[in-house]
Nanobody, 127 residues
């Protein structure tokens, strides 16, 4: 069983930055595919960023490309989402997700492929 715990959300002004963290349990963290998704009120869950394995390529949603960066620290079993140049439309609950296999470059964007989810952390960007 894998447990994911997010932290780092909060209120920030437009143009500001935040870094979210996702602490994972388990001994093979480097082999997990890890991702971040977000969900705003009244909207579907949206793919934000993903990393196929530690040291592997990263993938981003079109709306965050160039502003957000996903990273991992294997020693701490933690994944991060660094968010820069935040916009009011980035306001959402952010979830980290994991699966104990390497996903394809296509399926890595699909929420249904992930077996484990965190509880979510709220990010609010004021204008």
């Amino acid at each position: 069983q894998v447990q994911l715990v997010e932290s780092g959300g909060g209120l920030v002004q437009a143009g500001g930055s935040l870094r979210l963290a996702c602490a994972a349990s388990g001994r093979t963290f480097s082999s997990y595919s890890m991702a971040w998704f977000r969900q705003a009120p009244g909207k579907e869950r949206e793919f934000v960023a993903a990393n196929r394995w530690s040291g592997g390529n990263s993938y981003y949603g079109d709306s965050v490309l160039g502003r957000f960066t996903i990273s991992r620290d294997d020693a701490k079993n933690t994944a991060y989402l660094t968010m820069n140049s935040l916009k009011p439309e980035d306001t959402a609950v952010y979830y980290c997700a994991a699966v104990l296999r390497i996903l394809s470059t296509t399926s890595i964007r699909w929420a249904g492929e992930y077996d484990y989810w965190g509880q979510g952390t709220q990010v609010t960007v004021s204008s």
